[in-house]
């Protein structure tokens, strides 16, 4: 008898935790629900649908606080880890303060590469591939050519790709590679380091060119899935049908070129592929983080290959540009506001690549948002701690009066000095308020390096420039000059 009531007692308390674990499950997916929703309404349809809406709930351990979100597949992992992990992370925060990690990760079912499909399936949906090379590599060329299927993002053409001084020569070089007339070079390498829009460039390439050739066969993945689909086809023993799929296509686009280093195999089968495109008039575009010349390991027969076209190099944002992009990401976000004094903060201080920087406006502009705050500097410092950090370099007081002073044509020793003269004290106000925005020093400090000055002469001189720079275009002239120096 007391067996039997321990045994009905068991099985109560089993039927609990799984009556707890479906509350759960249920109260985990009415967050996500509401997360996703708002999603929807920040990335807008297109993006909402190709990434956050595959997404499905994993488990949520409550001892480390982590929840499992799976995509199915690495390529998507990937892409929604690079792009949307802090906004995912911030939103579930939010929802539910337990929650301190968010993993994001390939359903533990569809782990396992397909195989290389070299046949007829024509019908693998847009969005279900494991890389855009599998995508476009798997599709057959039907009537309309390929769309969708080839793996570029929607988001990234040359509409949306803002120009300056810095990146200008790429992006023309871009356009010439994508219109209807036969390019003047090919093949066209984009040399930039990581973040700067040489990505954006392979994927505005392929959208305008299919735009002005839809029957056009486009081949766009990284070296990295190109070494991958290689050694598959190698293992497979279907050599010849990789090597006669590669050179069918028109346009030919390899993202992240140095990863191909060291593999001698894949290095011949590249080399190869770009002589036939090359022979046949194709068109071919390769990135990479350095210059041909540096890519060690590469044998010269290729390296030769690479750099016989055009080199365009994609030097870092400057001020300028960096607002510029900013500026025109905030067209998304209508109507929210964004002070312009929060605008120039983060081009001033994210400097050290562009998805950074637009990254941090995303996170700043989610976080708003999903709390109801109005964005704000104060805001701006609270939030993007992380991001701040890792950009900001180190730049002293000594090192602002020094570039002022050869700026202006005036004696070091002026910046401590007594005297009042116009042509003295502009340049050390200036000095001033530059220490002021440039470093984490207090205005007490700051007088202190200035000659022993109080902190209420450096508090009028700040003032004093700020307002300077809306009346007088010389004065911002000459702040603007002085900041490109000093964060340079």
């Known amino acids: ?34 997360i996703s929703q708002g999603l929807r309404k920040d990335l807008g349809h297109q993006l ?31 892409w929604v880890q ?10 579930w925060k939010i929802a539910r303060s337990e929650v301190r990690n968010v993993r994001i990760s390939v359903h533990p079912g ?29 599709g057959t060329i039907g009537e309309q050519g390929f769309t969708s299927s080839v ?6 053409t040359f509409a949306a790709f803002v120009t300056g001084e810095s990146n200008v020569l790429a992006c023309n070089a ?27 460039l392979l994927h505005a390439i392929g959208h305008a060119y299919l735009s002005s050739h839809p029957r056009a066969r486009i081949f766009y993945c990284s070296a990295e899935r190109f070494m991958v689909e290689f050694v598959q086809a190698l293992k497979q023993n279907q050599m010849i049908e990789f090597k006669a799929r ?85 067209t998304r976000f209508a109507p929210l506001s964004v002070p312009e004094d929060v605008i120039d903060f983060l081009a001033r201080t994210i400097t050290r690549n562009v998805r950074e920087l637009v990254g941090g406006l995303n996170k700043l502009i989610a976080y708003a948002q999903l709390t109801g705050q109005e964005v704000s500097l104060q805001l701006a410092e609270e939030q993007l701690t992380d991001i701040l950090s890792a950009n900001r370099r180190r730049i002293t007081i000594d090192e602002i009066q020094r570039t002022v002073c050869q ?31 440039l470093t984490p020093r207090s205005y007490p400090e700051i007088g202190r390096k200035f000659g022993g000055r109080d902190h209420s002469t450096v508090i009028h001189a700040v003032r004093l420039i700020e307002d300077l720079r809306q009346r007088d275009a010389d004065m911002d002239g000459d702040v603007r000059s002085l900041l490109r120096q000093l964060e340079s």
């Open 151 to 156: 793996g570029l993002d929607p988001s990234l």
């Open 246 to 330: 590669l050179r069918s296509f028109d346009l030919l686009l390899v993202d992240d070129i140095q990863f191909i280093i060291g593999k001698a195999s894949a290095q011949e089968e590249l080399l190869y592929t770009i002589d036939a495109l090359l022979a046949e008039g194709k068109r071919l575009v390769f990135a990479a983080d350095r210059a041909p010349q540096a890519l060690d390991g590469v044998e010269p027969r290729l390296l030769s290959r690479l750099s016989m076209g055009l080199v365009a190099d994609i030097a870092p944002a400057d001020i300028e540009l960096r607002r510029s992009i900013l500026e025109s990401k905030l």
């Open 110 to 138: 569809r782990r396992k590469l397909p195989e290389l499909s070299l046949g007829g399936d024509s019908h693998r949906p847009a969005n279900d591939a494991d890389s855009s090379m599998i995508a476009v590599a798997a």
């Open 1 to 34: 008898m007391a067996s039997k009531v321990g045994e009905a007692n068991a099985r109560a308390g089993k039927g609990q935790e799984e009556s707890m674990e479906d509350l759960e499950a249920v109260n985990l997916a009415a967050d996500w629900s509401d």
């Open 48 to 78: 909402h649908s190709q990434w956050i809406k595959p997404i499905q709930l994993g488990g949520f351990c409550k001892d480390t606080g982590t929840l499992d979100l799976y995509l199915p597949t690495e390529f998507s992992a990937n």
């Open 174 to 200: 871009a356009q010439r590679m994508a219109a209807s007339e036969k390019p003047q070079f090919s093949p066209l390498y984009l040399k930039a380091a990581t973040g700067q829009g040489k990505t954006h």
């Open 407 to 437: 700026f202006y044509r005036i004696d070091r020793a002026e910046m401590s000095s007594k005297r009042r003269a116009r042509a003295v004290v502009r340049p050390r106000q200036v000095a001033m308020y530059l220490s002021k925005v």
């Open 82 to 91: 690079d792009r949307f992990a802090d906004r995912l992370s911030l939103a």
